[in-house]
């Protein structure tokens, strides 16, 4: 599972202040804790400063980097806040995200297009959220065919099927994994990836609702996920569900994690 940790958003108070009193110290020490957990990437998202999004979304990267080797996942729909981000980050990094939504996906394409960044491609369009599993499909179908004809890597698009809470519908739960199931089949070598807690968004002990559905979306071929990696016990299903799903050659990961000490919750 390819880990991008979701805690320096600036929708999270602490993360929004320290964003804005430009605290380093508090930032530095989110990615490396995050990093220290097993993050594989940094997700970095300065959202809700209209106008400052660019220049904090650039501090932010440096910010982080100074203190990890780990690469950042740039969470901006704003071309220029993410050419910001690039300009100073050192590595791979990964876009999250492009859509199908005209103007984002316009503005972002040439961002990727011939480059060896990683790409989420999120399953949305001018045509509002989808809801069946058919939408997502249509949607995927549309986005990878077309970062593929403009020089993007399959193996470098992870498709976000776009995960909704199920407090609003009940079948936004199976949508979602159906989608997973379908992608993973039609595009071989592709990832997939999701901000995975929208599921259980508007319900109590969320905690609970989150793992079980990672663990069922890891049996339908999940290989990426925006998480909060401080969870241990979200940490310890990932590598038991990936063991259990026969991604886990010798259950080598499972007897790695279970010696590091990261199986005792
Ligand atoms: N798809 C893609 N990108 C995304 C999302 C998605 N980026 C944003 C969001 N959705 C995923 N990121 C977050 C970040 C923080 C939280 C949820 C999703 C969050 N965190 C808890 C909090 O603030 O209380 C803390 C973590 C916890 O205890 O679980 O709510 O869908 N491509």
Request: proline share 4%; with cysteine.
């Amino acid at each position: 599972m390819i880990i991008i940790g979701e805690l320096i958003n600036a929708s999270r108070k602490a993360i929004g202040k320290a964003i804005e009193e430009q605290d380093t110290v508090a930032i530095q020490q989110v990615a490396k804790d995050q990093t220290a957990a097993g993050a594989d990437y940094i997700d970095v998202n300065a959202g809700i400063f209209v106008g400052k999004e660019p220049d904090y979304l650039k501090w932010l990267v440096e910010t982080v980097q100074a203190v990890t080797d780990k690469p950042c996942a740039i969470d901006s729909p704003d071309p220029k806040a993410i050419e910001a981000a690039l300009s100073v980050h050192a590595g791979t990094a990964m876009i999250n995200s492009i859509s199908l939504e005209k103007e984002r996906y316009d503005n972002l394409l040439p961002i990727v297009s011939g480059t060896d960044l990683k790409v989420i491609a999120l399953c949305m369009s001018d045509a509002g959220m989808p809801e069946a599993v058919e939408d997502r499909l249509k949607i995927a179908d549309e986005l990878v065919n077309s970062l593929v004809r403009h020089n993007v890597k399959v193996e470098n698009i992870f498709v976000d099927p776009l995960v909704q809470p199920m407090s609003v519908n009940n079948h936004f739960g199976t949508a979602f994994l159906d989608a997973v199931e379908a992608i993973v089949q039609r595009f071989p070598g592709i990832h997939t990836a999701c901000g995975l807690s929208n599921i259980s968004y508007g319900l109590p002990a969320r905690k609970f609702l989150n793992q079980t559905f990672m663990t069922m979306a890891i049996a339908k071929g999940l290989d990426g996920a925006i998480v909060n990696p401080l969870d241990r016990q979200m940490m310890a299903n990932i590598v038991a569900a990936e063991a259990l799903a026969g991604k886990d050659d010798y259950c080598m990961n499972y007897l790695k994690a279970f010696r590091s000490g990261m199986l005792e919750t």
